[in-house]
């Protein structure tokens, strides 16, 4: 997965994943991780976003989800944000 491939450890990406700020209703501030590739960073994804699925279910707009997370002027830093979904 992309998290591997970026060379971020599993153990990091279990803490600080998309599914924590969702579900945490926090911005990514604190869970972006610098990968090894220079001007890169990365939010990690894991299983844990199934929990996002069961607890909202499929049919909720999930896009909404993002606005919490989204809402930081962190994201001004960046020019472009790829959202990697299942």
């Known amino acids: 997965n992309l998290t591997d491939l970026m060379g971020v ?4 990406a279990r803490t600080r994943s998309i599914a924590d700020a969702i579900l945490e209703k926090k911005g990514i501030d604190s869970f972006i991780v610098p990968t090894r590739t220079e001007g890169v960073d990365l939010v ?3 299983p844990k976003l199934r929990e996002i699925e069961r607890q909202f279910g499929a ?3 999930q896009d909404k989800l993002l606005n919490a997370p989204f809402d930081t002027p962190k994201m ?3 020019e472009i944000v790829i959202i990697d979904t299942h």
């Not at 450890?9 to 990091?12: A, D, G, L, N």
């Open 9 to 12: 450890s599993q153990e990091i």
């Open 44 to 46: 990690a994804s894991t």
């Open 59 to 61: 049919s909720f707009e």
């Open 76 to 78: 001004d830093d960046y």
